[in-house]
């Protein structure tokens, strides 16, 4: 392993932090391109570019272990470029309201993808429910909010908190049940769920809940655009640094849960479950644990939804919002960070780019999802081999 | 008094076999393939719509007369143009994840069933109006001194054959013991003369003509179909065929029937039950999943070390 690493550094004729602000900036400014692109023929223009890029990704694996290597070896510079690019890129869209918003909704699939990563990628549990737990956040927050004038600060962990006793709830049945018969009880709980929501009058019923107030910093609210050195941003700016600083979250979590003693017994679950349980591996605790961790997430993510939207409905959270997220994992790449990540803004944003296509998107949407199954299994970005020991 | 356990009844026995000849479809195929063919509410739910087209040139042929022939043909039609287009969602998608990890397939599945939806949505004409469906058969039989409603004692009694003829075909035909062959073990079928891809097409047909029939009963018991009742009635049919035990049709059968019959008895018994029937249908599946992990008829799964 060390051999062949060290034998594609030599190879790479770029020092790493070259490759590594060529990445990241090239990667902001392809984004940017496509959320700013309103005619058809750049938009199609730039998927045509993503797909090459991806063409030679595919034709030549080793590009991708070099970006990774040097990745690794200019971790600091990588992680301080990242978030400036974060910080001043709403500087970048001019003020597009359109694009702010598209990029909120896609930190927030961002974040639930990488929810239900825990289980989909890491423990390779199916779980159909992550849209009822986002459901359950949002509703949490959204009934604190309204009706017993919580803040948004305050009804953010009382979320997490009710949604992830539901996690623990969702969790025990799978003590028992496996595979399919796990799928299915997690897809009737996300239904059981939805129908509630859907009947219950003080949810609101069909008609959902209307008028979240929106959340406050430091006496700056969230409705109110944001002043700063002369530049003005609009009000989106705010939620848009709110979803990029939980996924931020989401992504250190993911990044510290692999690296400990829970990851890698989640990853000895998804190799074997009964040989993880024959080297001591609390099998049944940990499952219960990563439906826990993805639904304190998810709910994280509703909030911000609701006090974003102001508005939310049964709709926003039945069966096919779940399985929306689990196609994101599952083509972005399982037990990838970046893989998933990226796998929720092309399916965010795709079909809100394919206008032209008007009512037939969601059918092209879903035919390309079938053949990216098809030509690309292992999703945009593979699993990787897991480190262990030292660097 | 009566008559209202009557209806109950023949209410419960209707949703009943309309589950079960959809659970049947996913039964067959997950104990053949292992898969889950999650779009197979859509595709089965292609039928009413075939149904629909047809009628209109059945009727330009026999001059709008509502014979049994015209019925029937329309019916046939539907459900074979269906049956194929089930074995066209295996050849074009699901074969291509036979050796991938379950949770693909799945995915792949639930993505065809978008396709077709959004397929009957954007082309058949006026695609995303519910549609009025008509009634298979109308007025009532006089059975001594019961008077029972036409269709759905037809519905029950279909069904009671179809399930008949498919234990048969099963059981006592060549092709039944293929199937059972090769569901057995692929690889010791191919080496006894059997060719699985055969198989495999002629059991997508078998599951999509029972899944279409299932739509049509239901189109017909509703008096309405739109594109996308699909999803709920797969679902539903998942879910009969999961509690009774993935593999096993009696299994199916029997999910079926305790799904209506806890949607009859909520429907029935609860004030605003009509709209929490879902509810207790599918907490009935957890806590069914809870006490039973394998479903009611399942084999256990033992672990091989």
Redesign the interface.
Known sequence: MSTTLTNIQSRAALPASLIVAATEIGGAILLGAFLLAESTPLVVALLAVMGALFAALQLRPQIEEVIVAAFHDARGLATVLAVAIVLIYPFFLGGNTYALHLLIVSLLYSVLALALNFQLGSANIPNFATGATYGIGAYTSALLAIHFGWTFWATLPAAAIVATVFGFLLGIPSMRTRDSYLALVTIAFGIVIHQMLNNLSWTGGPNGLVGIPAPSLLGHSFMRPIELFGFRLPSQANFYYLSAALLGLAILSAKRLHESRVGLAWNAIRADELAAKCQGINVVWYKILAFGVDAFLAAFAGTIYAFYISYISPDNFTFLVSVTIMTMVIVGGMDNTLGVILGAFLLTMLPEKLRVFSDYRLLFVSVVVILFLILRPKGLFPQRQRHYGGH | MESLILQHLLNWLVLGSIYALVALGFSLL?GLLNV?HFSHGDVSMIAPFVALGSLQAVFGITGGSMGILPILTVLAIAILVTGLIGIGADKL?IS??RR?????A???T???G??IR??I??FYPQGSNPKAFPAIAQGFLELGPLRLPAQPVLIVGTTALVVALMYGLMQKTPIGTRIRAVAEDAATARLMGITPSRIFAFTFFLASAAGALGALFFASHAGVVRFDFG?QLG?IG??AA?IGG?GSMTGAILGALAIAGIESIVQANIA?GA??R??FA??L??LM??LR???LLGKP?F?K?
């Open positions: 997950f889950i998608v291509r994840f991938s990890p379950a949770m693909m799945l995915v792949a639930v993505a065809l978008t396709v959004e397929l949505r954007g999803v679902l998942f879910s999961v993935l605003d709209s929490y879902l509810v599918f907490l599946v957890i999943l809870c992990p394998s479903g799964v672990e070390v």
